[in-house]
């Protein structure tokens, strides 16, 4: 990890911090990017990439106008639903997402050229339940987010890619608890979260693997985002 990054986490969690003890309010604005910078004493290269991850997790949004603004929650739950995690967990959780960076595009890329009618229906499928689970602000959608990959994994056709994801299944609902949770309450977050699993699968559906891939790639590194918050 490179100083800035380490900046960057700091400034992050610093600003997590002051959301959760209420120094910044749900709807309220943040100082500008200048400001922060002169607060931590640094440029506005990490003070940007530090809000571009609180963005990520649906901590803070961007509106018209210019500036950033803590999300309010939905049904009066807690503001943020921050999850700690120990530091064995997170290097795994690390190493996890570095091979789903290199597995999963793939899968979606093969996926696109092998699929059958059945395994498109079956995609389908998931992507609804997903979608119902979306539009419960109580659920986190985890295990329609699994069955999701899995039936893009089984899609290949390739046995040994299909038996590392059933290897991974614990550990895989593990992380994407992780990342999933900050949405809790969110409803235009999550149905951005949506859109990216429904674009992966039209590009499936298309047989576009090059188009899959890179859906699929793009998922990932904004599900990844998140991850920083906590580690």
Not at 8 to 30: A, D, M
Not at 63 to 86: D, F, N, P, T
Not at 152 to 166: C, K, S, Y
Not at 170 to 179: D, N, Q, S
């Amino acid at each position: 990890m490179t100083e800035k990054e380490k900046i960057s986490q700091l400034i992050s969690r610093e600003l997590l911090h002051r959301i959760e003890t209420g120094e910044f309010l749900p709807g309220s604005k943040l100082p500008t990017e200048m400001e922060l910078g002169a607060q931590f004493g640094v440029s506005r290269v990490p003070i940007r990439e530090a809000l571009s991850v609180l963005r990520a997790a649906g901590v803070i949004s961007s509106r018209q106008g210019g500036g950033s603004y803590v999300e309010e929650r939905i049904g009066g739950s807690a503001l943020l639903h921050h999850i700690r995690i120990e530091n064995d967990d997170a290097g795994v959780i690390k190493h996890l997402f570095e091979m789903r960076k290199i597995l999963e595009p793939e899968a979606a890329y093969l996926a696109a050229l092998r699929r059958t009618p059945e395994q498109l229906e079956q995609m389908h499928q998931a992507l609804n339940w997903l979608e119902i689970e979306s539009s419960d602000v109580d659920k986190i959608g985890t295990e329609a987010d699994i069955e999701f990959h899995r039936t893009i994994i089984l899609a290949t056709q390739n046995p040994i890619m299909i038996q590392m994801m059933e290897s991974l299944s614990a550990l895989y609902e593990r992380a994407l608890e992780i990342t999933l949770r900050p949405n809790l309450g969110l409803k235009e977050k999550r149905k951005a979260v949506y859109k990216e699993h429904q674009d992966i699968v039209l590009a499936i559906e298309m047989e576009e693997p090059e188009l899959a891939k890179i859906q699929c790639a793009i998922h990932l590194k904004n599900a990844e985002k998140k991850l920083s918050l906590f580690f």
